[in-house]
């Protein structure tokens, strides 16, 4: 067992303040659900949101999956199309892969820099709710014929204001992590000295706290223009015009940082080793980043304009003014998550005597960095003119890798904090099937789009090859598998959270962690440490069991 | 039993100031955005139509004028609270915030008599739906810094006089306040 040193008096003070907490009547506990300053049940509230989220969007996804399958022909209500169309775009981005990158903030960040609990947690909590407000309020408005292409113009009015709500609700918990990683770590954490998680974490929020004020400023102006005037922004179909950046790439490489971290804060711990490099590993999720942000905000350069015979040697200096922001906007977000791929490389590296201790975890992290890595390929091959996918299905396909991959991300991170949040692990067999099963899932919901993308398949639901098909059954078949693995994952996790057998009950550590979450509790008590620790590596759990397994002179200590 | 040392309870670190910090980061960018959007807009208005202005639209610059002025007051009323602070001059410092209030008053007022002296319908076009959507976001910050500038004052009222990260925090949010009025100054007001 592994925990922190604590003072006798400190140590009373607990014991008898969870008495207490035991003995609080059900009324109390119902409205801490509500209230609470602790960030493990704020994070809890985002996993559960974006957990439910997921399913929905896959019955979304797997409507229009359906509906592709005959290309000529229409099944749903003609008005219903547009409506399942956004809110694919709209709730892949914000009823999934927001919220679940929010809830890997809030609910393991303060936990790893040493933090007894997030600042500003009533802003954070409120954050959560406005999301989940505004989540309401765009549903209540697709729901009712509103949307970038809805005909009821009240409803598209309230499709804006959830949008809004949803922005400044994780805006406003962005703000609080952020604070948190700035000002809370526990005595000798530096800036290099914390975990790969809250690395990405710190970037993932920072971008969050540049994106999303840009994207309600301009839905301000969009609503306002859009109630009184309708001259100046284009209507209700003038919204993806102006804010159609944020449900795309390379925004959504923001949003899936923290996935892309996850393979190198479980890497170390499944082979026993440090993270060798971390400045270059740091580099590379901050390029992910500052290339995402700066690609945001120069969307029209992105593209190579290339058509034809480009690849002449004729006009060099004309192609070089082309090739230079191309290379620039979607090379570096790549080139990041290399570097990240190198170091987990580096650490994966055999050497004599390494002992491999795998975890559920470490498929679910490989398997979503995989998959964002190939939605970013996919993005780079998109910009190019000549390619002939723009306007095809393919841009839906990077999209669903990327946010499937960053889902796979999000499971990887609550299997592997799960004890620290309820004091069970999950069933390890059935997280590794799920974990196989999510990847066979995201591959063939999204690989086969890329090819009718290629194949001229145009967005929207109608096409008129029927030898495309075949694509879109492959891809129905993908979406469906990912709701069994969704569907499967909650009721594993609502298992192991409910469950009465002391089975799957764990100690503090039992991945022999490196980091100091490890060294308190399972589950974390309400402050997260009896006594902040005092840190002195990047791994600092491993040098303890070093330390402890190390010849003494004299007796053991 | 692997145990690490424990550290005595760690002091609090600035929490508001960086929180103020990216509160301030997220202002700007919102403002900024919805400043560029209105820099294109106003190109494409003017390219098609020949003007942005509508016709029979006229700018009062006396307040608008009065209001940049007034911000470098608000600037130097806020470094005065966290100057007197630090000298430990509780007097001083609940006057320095008392001076910002009024100033801060006036500004809204100020934006009050432009709104009146323009005539202008929110559904009068596309001009009139984003002059309102940006000087309201911006009457909405002032009302903000108000209450900031309220709170701090009643807690040095209050006897926590020693609290003085609260104060540069609220000075930060003013200067950060300046800049972005200086840009809806110089667009909307001045270039037009």
Same mark, same amino acid.
């Given at each position: 067992?592994?925990? %922190?040193?604590?003072?006798?008096?400190?140590?009373?003070?607990?014991?008898?303040?969870?008495?207490?907490?035991?003995?609080?009547?059900?009324?109390?506990?119902?409205?801490?659900?509500?209230?609470?300053?602790?960030?493990?049940?704020?994070?809890?509230?985002?996993?559960?949101?974006?957990?439910?989220?997921?399913?929905?969007?896959?019955?979304?996804?797997?409507?229009?999956?359906?509906?592709?399958?005959?290309?000529?022909?229409?099944?749903?209500?003609?008005?219903?199309?547009?409506?399942?169309?956004?809110? +694919?775009?709209?709730?892949?981005?914000?009823?999934?892969? *927001?919220?679940?990158?929010?809830?890997?903030?809030?609910?393991?960040?303060?936990? +790893?820099?040493?933090?007894?609990?997030?600042?500003?947690?009533?802003?954070?909590?409120?954050?959560?709710?406005?999301? *989940?407000?505004?989540?309401?309020?765009?549903?209540?408005?697709?729901?009712?014929?509103?949307?970038?292409?809805?005909?009821?113009?009240?409803?598209? #009015?309230?499709?804006?204001?959830?949008?809004?709500?949803? /922005?400044?609700?994780?805006?406003?918990?962005?703000?609080?992590?952020?604070?948190?990683?700035?000002?809370?770590?526990?005595?000798?954490?530096?800036?290099?000295?914390?975990?790969?998680?809250?690395?990405?974490?710190?970037?993932?929020?920072?971008?969050?706290?540049?994106?999303?004020?840009?994207?309600?400023?301009?839905?301000?102006?969009?609503?306002?223009?859009?109630?009184?005037?309708?001259?100046?922004?284009?209507?209700?179909?003038?919204?993806?015009?102006?804010? &159609?950046?944020?449900?795309?790439?390379?925004?959504?490489?923001?949003?899936?940082?923290?996935?892309?971290?996850?393979?190198?804060?479980?890497?170390?711990?499944?082979?026993?080793?440090?993270?060798? /490099?971390?400045?270059?590993?740091?580099?590379?999720?901050?390029?992910?980043?500052?290339?995402? *942000?700066?690609? %945001?905000?120069?969307?029209?350069?992105?593209?190579?304009?290339?058509?034809?015979?480009?690849?002449?040697?004729?006009?060099?200096?004309?192609?070089?003014?082309?090739?230079?922001?191309?290379?620039?906007?979607?090379?570096?977000?790549?080139?990041?998550?290399?570097?990240?791929? *190198?170091?987990?490389?580096?650490?994966?590296?055999?050497?004599?005597?390494?002992?491999?201790?795998?975890?559920?975890?470490?498929?679910?992290?490989?398997?979503?960095?995989?998959?964002?890595?190939?939605?970013?390929?996919?993005?780079?091959?998109?910009?190019? #003119?000549?390619?002939?996918? +723009?306007?095809?299905?393919?841009?839906?396909?990077?999209?669903?890798?990327?946010?499937?991959? /960053?889902?796979?991300?999000?499971?990887?991170?609550?299997?592997?904090?799960?004890?620290?949040?309820?004091?069970?692990?999950?069933?390890?067999?059935?997280?590794?099937?799920?974990?196989?099963?999510?990847?066979?899932?995201?591959?063939?919901?999204?690989?086969?789009?890329?090819?009718?993308?290629?194949?001229?398949?145009?967005?929207?639901?109608?096409?008129?090859?029927?030898?495309?098909?075949?694509?879109? %059954?492959?891809?129905?078949?993908?979406?469906?598998? $990912?709701?069994?693995?969704?569907?499967?994952?909650?009721?594993?996790?609502?298992?192991?959270?409910?469950?009465?057998?002391?089975?799957?009950?764990?100690?503090?550590?039992?991945?022999? &962690?490196?980091?100091?979450?490890?060294?308190?509790?399972?589950?974390?008590?309400?402050?997260?440490?009896?006594?902040?620790?005092? @840190?002195?590596?990047?791994?600092? $759990?491993? #040098?303890?069991?070093?330390?402890?397994?190390?010849?003494?002179?004299?007796?053991?200590? | 039993?692997?145990?690490?040392?424990?550290?005595?309870?760690?002091?609090?670190?600035?929490?508001?100031?960086?929180?103020?910090?990216?509160?301030?980061?997220?202002?700007?960018?919102?403002?900024?955005?919805?400043?560029?959007?209105?820099?294109?807009?106003?190109?494409? /208005?003017?390219?098609? +139509? &020949?003007?942005?202005?509508?016709?029979?639209?006229?700018?009062?610059?006396?307040?608008?004028?009065?209001?940049?002025?007034?911000?470098?007051?608000?600037?130097?009323?806020?470094?005065?609270?966290?100057?007197?602070?630090?000298?430990?001059?509780?007097?001083?410092?609940?006057?320095?915030?008392?001076?910002?209030?009024?100033?801060?008053?006036?500004?809204?007022?100020?934006?009050?008599?432009?709104?009146?002296?323009?005539?202008?319908?929110?559904?009068?076009?596309?001009?009139?739906?984003?002059?309102?959507? @940006?000087?309201?976001?911006?009457?909405?910050?002032?009302?903000?810094?108000?209450?900031?500038?309220?709170?701090?004052?009643?807690?040095?009222?209050?006897?926590?006089?020693?609290?003085?990260?609260?104060?540069?925090?609220?000075?930060?949010?003013?200067?950060?306040?300046?800049?972005?009025?200086?840009?809806?100054?110089?667009?909307?007001?001045?270039?037009?």
């Amino acid at each position: 067992m592994t925990t %922190i040193e604590s003072s006798p008096e400190v140590v009373a003070a607990v014991s008898n303040a969870s008495v207490d907490a035991d003995s609080t009547s059900w009324l109390d506990r119902f409205v801490d659900v509500f209230t609470s300053t602790d960030h493990k049940v704020i994070g809890r509230h985002y996993f559960a949101s974006g957990l439910v989220g997921l399913l929905a969007i896959v019955v979304v996804n797997i409507l229009i999956a359906v509906e592709r399958l005959d290309g000529a022909n229409i099944t749903l209500d003609v008005e219903v199309i547009p409506q399942l169309l956004d809110a +694919q775009r709209v709730g892949l981005v914000f009823a999934v892969l *927001l919220p679940l990158a929010m809830a890997m903030s809030v609910a393991f960040v303060p936990l +790893q820099v040493g933090a007894r609990a997030i600042v500003f947690p009533r802003l954070a909590f409120a954050g959560f709710w406005m999301w *989940l407000g505004g989540a309401i309020i765009t549903v209540v408005a697709l729901v009712n014929n509103g949307g970038t292409l809805g005909g009821d113009s009240d409803m598209v #009015d309230l499709f804006i204001v959830g949008l809004g709500v949803m /922005a400044i609700g994780l805006t406003s918990t962005a703000g609080s992590v952020v604070t948190t990683i700035l000002t809370t770590r526990a005595p000798g954490m530096t800036m290099r000295r914390v975990s790969p998680s809250t690395w990405s974490a710190m970037v993932f929020n920072l971008g969050v706290i540049l994106v999303m004020p840009v994207f309600v400023g301009t839905l301000t102006y969009l609503f306002l223009d859009h109630r009184y005037a309708r001259t100046g922004f284009g209507g209700n179909e003038g919204i993806l015009d102006w804010v &159609g950046w944020i449900f795309t790439q390379p925004a959504t490489f923001l949003f899936a940082i923290p996935a892309v971290g996850m393979l190198v804060e479980i890497f170390p711990i499944t082979f026993g080793k440090r993270t060798p /490099a971390r400045g270059v590993m740091f580099a590379g999720l901050a390029l992910v980043g500052v290339a995402a *942000l700066g690609a %945001i905000t120069q969307q029209n350069l992105q593209n190579l304009p290339w058509a034809g015979s480009q690849l002449s040697a004729s006009n060099l200096d004309e192609k070089a003014r082309d090739l230079v922001p191309y290379v620039l906007f979607n090379g570096l977000p790549l080139i990041g998550v290399l570097l990240v791929l *190198l170091v987990a490389l580096q650490i994966a590296r055999p050497v004599e005597g390494m002992r491999i201790k795998v975890s559920p975890a470490v498929f679910f992290a490989f398997f979503g960095y995989g998959m964002v890595f190939v939605g970013m390929l996919g993005n780079m091959l998109y910009a190019i #003119d000549d390619a002939g996918v +723009q306007g095809t299905v393919f841009e839906e396909a990077t999209l669903v890798y990327i946010v499937y991959g /960053a889902v796979l991300g999000a499971m990887g991170a609550l299997v592997h904090w799960a004890p620290k949040l309820w004091g069970r692990q999950l069933n390890n067999g059935a997280a590794i099937t799920l974990a196989f099963a999510g990847v066979a899932a995201t591959i063939l919901a999204t690989f086969p789009l890329y090819i009718a993308g290629l194949l001229d398949q145009p967005a929207g639901v109608a096409y008129d090859d029927s030898d495309l098909e075949v694509w879109n %059954i492959l891809s129905l078949v993908g979406h469906g598998l $990912m709701a069994v693995t969704a569907l499967a994952f909650v009721l594993l996790m609502l298992t192991s959270l409910l469950g009465r057998h002391d089975d799957d009950a764990v100690g503090d550590d039992p991945w022999n &962690g490196q980091t100091i979450e490890w060294g308190t509790t399972s589950p974390a008590p309400r402050d997260n440490f009896v006594d902040v620790p005092i @840190i002195h590596s990047a791994e600092p $759990m491993l #040098d303890l069991r070093a330390a402890s397994a190390a010849p003494t002179n004299g007796s053991d200590s | 039993m692997y145990a690490l040392p424990a550290a005595a309870p760690p002091a609090p670190q600035r929490q508001v100031l960086v929180g103020v910090a990216l509160a301030v980061m997220a202002a700007v960018m919102m403002t900024g955005s919805m400043l560029a959007v209105w820099a294109l807009q106003r190109r494409d /208005a003017i390219d098609f +139509q &020949g003007s942005w202005l509508p016709d029979g639209v006229t700018i009062p610059e006396v307040p608008t004028n009065v209001m940049l002025l007034a911000f470098v007051g608000i600037c130097v009323f806020g470094q005065w609270a966290v100057y007197s602070a630090k000298n430990d001059d509780r007097g001083h410092t609940i006057l320095a915030l008392g001076c910002t209030f009024l100033v801060g008053l006036l500004v809204i007022n100020a934006q009050a008599y432009v709104y009146t002296q323009m005539n202008l319908g929110i559904a009068d076009g596309t001009y009139a739906a984003m002059f309102y959507a @940006i000087t309201g976001f911006f009457m909405v910050l002032m009302i903000i810094g108000l209450l900031f500038t309220t709170v701090a004052a009643f807690r040095f009222i209050g006897g926590r006089s020693a609290d003085r990260e609260l104060l540069t925090a609220h000075a930060l949010y003013w200067y950060a306040m300046s800049a972005i009025y200086a840009g809806i100054w110089f667009l909307v007001y001045v270039t037009k």
